[in-house]
């Protein structure tokens, strides 16, 4: 646990200027078995302190991988005079940003740090359990990562805060051979915010998944190819989620808003149908803790929700102080650094789909022919909105009814243009807690939705 050694360093801030002094530690704990063999088994750390001035539109930074008092007090004075070095070439000088007021925030978790052993041992012992179970598997694989982050936050003109964000998840692959002998996997993550304990104390609902992830295993060895063309399909809340995340999510980071995303200028707008609502929630889902709770950003922003679409209507945009001050709009807190040597950038935190009031029965029902898209293992978009993603797993939909399951395949469209086709949601929300994104710096996000019912163009074969 970091030793809060930073407070007292605020009276080394010059007054007038807006500064932020972060110490940061990340932590990391991975353990891989393939088809029995051990051969990954690593853990590691990195801490250091950094901090950010702000002078009249130019910002000055400095890092250090030391975490000492003195260590702090070189990094203030250097990016100090970064910042005024920087302020000599800026032709546009800007006002200083709106004070936040001062505050303390604290995350509810620290992190709890466990044996190397055990996480082998665990893997092991899931790993066995595989391997007895299902005698038919080609090969299998099972993973542990751990990644969790703390940061302590100091600033001149906004919150100051202790904050960590304990994050692990188990990792699934298993492949056998197809119907033609061609060999085919699918895989799954398990896990989410906490530790060790909380996520895998209890081996049955595992087992329970794997089980889930072996039967689709097998509907898919005995697959067919999608036909290709715009069909109707249910996407399952991982395909919903990885949408909002990527094809939307991004066009409405407002510094990506400024480099010219399909998103700008675009406030007030119906990009969605009616039916689509999105958010980028803090903290806070629904009365319980949402995947990934940020309580405070990295510019001591006190975080909350940001509603980025309301009832298929454009509202607003992902803000740091910066972009929040140029477009009048109130920073929400999604401003975080991957390292304590990265400058923070504008980042996503639980961006979802909201609920709607279909059951996932009703939807399956109303599709005569189309198909049931249920997970993807990787996809790209740009800031057009346009996107295109693998899709590992699902089935076609006749008549109402799963038939058969489908090999890989892919899907592609502009995000709002298939937002518009939306006429059915299902009433719960599933959360992909285990995501990273990586704009730039790599940074964990949680994406979510519930199922929803659209127009979507399939690659086929």
Not at 15 to 23: E, M
Request: hydrophobic residues 35%; aromatic residues 8%; charged residues 25%.
């Amino acid at each position: 646990m970091l030793e809060d050694i930073l407070l007292k360093q605020k009276s080394l801030f010059e007054t007038g200027l807006q500064t932020v002094l972060r110490g940061q530690e990340n932590r990391y704990r991975s353990v891989s078995i393939q088809n029995g063999n051990l051969i990954g088994n690593s853990r590691s750390e990195e801490r250091g302190i950094c901090s950010r001035v702000y002078l009249g539109g130019a910002y000055g930074f400095a890092s250090t991988a030391e975490y000492s008092e003195e260590a702090a007090a070189r990094t203030i004075k250097a990016a100090t005079e970064n910042a005024r070095y920087l302020g000599k070439y800026n032709t546009q000088k800007k006002e200083p940003y709106p004070s936040l007021g001062s505050s303390y925030v604290t995350s509810p978790r620290m992190i709890i740090d466990f044996e190397q052993k055990r996480i082998v041992e665990l893997c092991k012992e899931i790993d066995a359990h595989i391997e007895k179970t299902y005698p038919d598997l080609l090969s299998r694989s099972v993973s542990y990562n751990e990644m969790t982050m703390e940061k302590i936050i100091v600033t001149s003109d906004a919150a100051d805060g202790h904050v960590a964000y304990p994050r692990c998840g188990l990792y699934v692959k298993m492949s056998k051979k197809s119907a033609d002998g061609q060999p085919i996997e699918l895989s799954d993550a398990i896990g989410g915010f906490g530790d060790l304990e909380d996520h895998f104390k209890d081996l049955t609902p595992i087992y329970e998944k794997i089980e889930k992830l072996h039967k689709q295993l097998c509907d898919k060895a005995e697959g067919v190819y999608a036909e290709a063309g715009v069909k109707t399909v249910i996407l399952h809340p991982d395909v919903a989620g990885m949408i909002a995340h990527e094809a939307i999510g991004h066009t409405v980071e407002a510094d990506l808003v400024l480099g010219g995303s399909v998103a700008n200028g675009r406030i007030g707008e119906q990009v969605a149908s009616d039916l689509v609502s999105i958010v980028d929630y803090a903290h806070t889902f629904r009365g319980g803790q949402a995947p990934l709770p940020v309580y405070l950003d990295d510019e001591g922003v006190v975080a909350k929700d940001a509603v980025l679409i309301e009832n298929g209507i454009l509202k607003g945009y992902m803000h740091d102080r910066e972009s929040a001050d140029h477009f009048g709009a109130e920073p929400c807190g999604n401003s975080r650094g991957y390292i304590f040597s990265d400058e923070p950038l504008i980042r996503m935190r639980n961006t979802t789909v909201l609920p709607g009031k279909d059951t996932l029965e009703d939807m399956i029902a109303s599709v005569d022919d189309g198909y049931y898209l249920i997970s993807t293992n990787n996809g790209q978009a740009d800031l057009t909105g346009e996107f295109m993603f693998g899709i590992t797993s699902g089935y076609e939909i006749k008549n109402g009814k799963l038939g058969r399951a489908i090999l890989d395949t892919t899907v592609s469209g502009v995000a709002f243009d298939l937002l518009k086709t939306v006429d059915m949601v299902s009433d719960t929300v599933t959360w992909c807690p285990l995501g990273y994104c990586g704009k730039k710096q790599m940074m964990p996000v949680s994406m979510g939705g519930p199922a929803i019912r659209c127009k979507i163009s399939i690659g086929g074969r």
